[in-house]
């Protein structure tokens, strides 16, 4: 796209977004502003998930520890998972902004629930779980 079309569209967007929300008074210059730091908190944020290693050790010195405490047991469906199939879930997802490192924030659960559960909180996949077995869903 030409420079010139570019500005034109984003002048015409600033003209929008003043027409719909006259009281914010939006600039160009302000609204790259603003998608730029979004930009930024984005990127700082999904480093901070992604950066893995801190979770990776972290995992490995609790993992087991944390299945022995669960009683080998799925948080979410309850069933009885060797240590090979348990994984770690963050209740309120890392993703939405959980804590990575909290413990209070994981539990023990089967990797079939731990997928199925995805970014949705604990919460959340209560409501899913219900669904699930309405459905005749079940984990593998
Ligand atoms: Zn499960």
Not at 68 to 90: N, V, W
Not at 126 to 138: S, V
Request: hydrophobic letters at 30%.
């Amino acid at each position: 796209m030409l420079e010139k079309e570019l500005i034109a569209k984003l002048e015409q967007r600033v003209e929008e977004i003043n027409r719909l929300f006259p009281n914010e008074k939006v600039t160009l210059e302000t609204l790259l502003n603003k998608i730029l730091t979004k930009y930024l908190e984005r990127k700082e944020e999904s480093n901070k998930t992604t950066s893995g290693t801190e979770w990776v050790n972290f995992r490995r010195k609790i993992a087991k520890k944390m299945w022995q405490e669960a009683k080998h047991q799925c948080f979410y469906c309850k069933r009885q998972i060797s240590f090979r199939l348990s994984t770690i879930d963050h209740k309120f997802p890392v993703g939405r902004g959980g804590e990575l490192l909290n413990t209070e924030n994981m539990v023990v659960c089967c990797k079939w629930c731990n997928k199925d559960k995805d970014i949705l909180t604990d919460k959340e996949y209560f409501y899913k779980q219900l669904h699930n077995t309405a459905n005749g869903i079940r984990p593998e």
